[in-house]
């Protein structure tokens, strides 16, 4: 069993099609408010995820080479924009529109992002399932620690389709997150690294805590996964950038 970390939830979590246990957007949206200071630090702000610079790095530099006349931007989940501040360090002067549960993190990320572009600043506070994205607007789609918050198949079926249709064609987009496992025993395996992991920036009290979270509001897909539903949904190139334990880079161009 991983030190303070209940793996039949995990399982539950991943597996069940029942989710009315987990945390509500309220809940949510409530623990990203009171998080601002934290998520504003472009280079610590991430800690929990582990190898977070250096999965920054590689979807900000992917999607410049695969769009270096880039002029649109979609920041899903942006938190305090440190992903969007990145992008704009290698493509400057995008259209910039920002999506988010928490309008504290959206109204910070407004300021960081609106002194770094002379291009619009665009924010829309709402679920990623709700969003109303026009056809063919965006060339580059990031998307940071938010969409292991997507529940059921239909969710991220739903999502994924979205994002199909919102880019350019040669559009791409860049994930970063939390990953299961399609194996049960290596599910295991790489959240006890994570676990250790966890140890190591604050001791038991913190991995606990941080555990407890993720249990509760997290619903995370194998990367196996998501590459065959971008698939499915039309993307025609996909591409693995980066794995370490129980985090993982990875993209699609349309």
């Given at each position: 069993?991983?030190?303070?970390?209940?793996?039949?939830?995990?399982?539950?979590?991943?597996?069940?099609?029942?989710?009315?246990?987990?945390?509500?957007?309220?809940?949510?949206?409530?623990?990203?408010?009171?998080?601002?200071?934290?998520?504003?630090?472009?280079?610590?702000?991430?800690?929990?995820?582990?190898?977070?610079?250096?999965?920054?790095?590689?979807?900000?530099?992917?999607?410049?080479?695969?769009?270096?006349?880039?002029?649109?931007?979609?920041?899903?989940?942006?938190?305090?924009?440190?992903?969007?501040?990145?992008?704009?360090?290698?493509?400057?002067?995008?259209?910039?529109?920002?999506?988010?549960?928490?309008?504290?993190?959206?109204?910070?990320?407004?300021?960081?992002?609106?002194?770094?572009?002379?291009?619009?600043?665009?924010?829309?506070?709402?679920?990623?399932?709700?969003?109303?994205?026009?056809?063919?607007?965006?060339?580059?789609?990031?998307?940071?620690?938010?969409?292991?918050?997507?529940?059921?198949?239909?969710?991220?079926?739903?999502?994924?389709?979205?994002?199909?249709?919102?880019?350019?064609?040669?559009?791409?987009?860049?994930?970063?997150?939390?990953?299961?496992?399609?194996?049960?025993?290596?599910?295991?395996?790489?959240?006890?690294?994570?676990?250790?992991?966890?140890?190591?920036?604050?001791?038991?009290?913190?991995?606990?805590k941080v555990l407890a979270y993720v249990a509760h509001e997290d619903t995370p897909r194998s990367?196996?996964?998501?590459?065959?539903?971008?698939?499915?949904?039309?993307?025609?190139?996909?591409e693995i950038l980066h794995k370490n334990s129980y985090f993982a880079a990875f993209g699609s161009?349309?």
């Amino acid at each position: 069993m991983i030190k303070g970390f209940n793996f039949d939830k995990l399982k539950y979590n991943t597996m069940k099609t029942d989710y009315s246990q987990l945390a509500t957007n309220d809940e949510i949206r409530t623990r990203f408010d009171n998080d601002v200071e934290r998520f504003s630090n472009l280079d610590t702000g991430q800690a929990t995820t582990i190898d977070a610079p250096l999965t920054m790095e590689l979807c900000t530099e992917a999607a410049k080479y695969v769009n270096p006349n880039a002029t649109e931007l979609l920041d899903i989940g942006c938190g305090a924009g440190n992903y969007t501040l990145k992008m704009l360090s290698k493509i400057n002067n995008l259209n910039c529109t920002l999506n988010d549960l928490s309008l504290p993190m959206l109204q910070r990320a407004e300021g960081r992002v609106a002194a770094k572009t002379t291009g619009t600043v665009t924010l829309i506070q709402d679920d990623m399932r709700n969003l109303n994205l026009p056809d063919n607007k965006f060339d580059i789609i990031l998307a940071a620690a938010t969409l292991h918050h997507l529940r059921g198949d239909d969710d991220w079926k739903h999502v994924f389709t979205k994002f199909y249709n919102a880019l350019k064609p040669g559009g791409s987009i860049w994930i970063s997150d939390l990953i299961a496992h399609d194996s049960g025993p290596l599910n295991q395996l790489f959240y006890q690294k994570y676990s250790d992991y966890l140890d190591t920036l604050g001791g038991p009290e913190y991995r606990e805590k941080v555990l407890a979270y993720v249990a509760h509001e997290d619903t995370p897909r194998s990367v196996n996964y998501q590459l065959a539903l971008l698939t499915k949904v039309g993307f025609k190139q996909v591409e693995i950038l980066h794995k370490n334990s129980y985090f993982a880079a990875f993209g699609s161009i349309k």
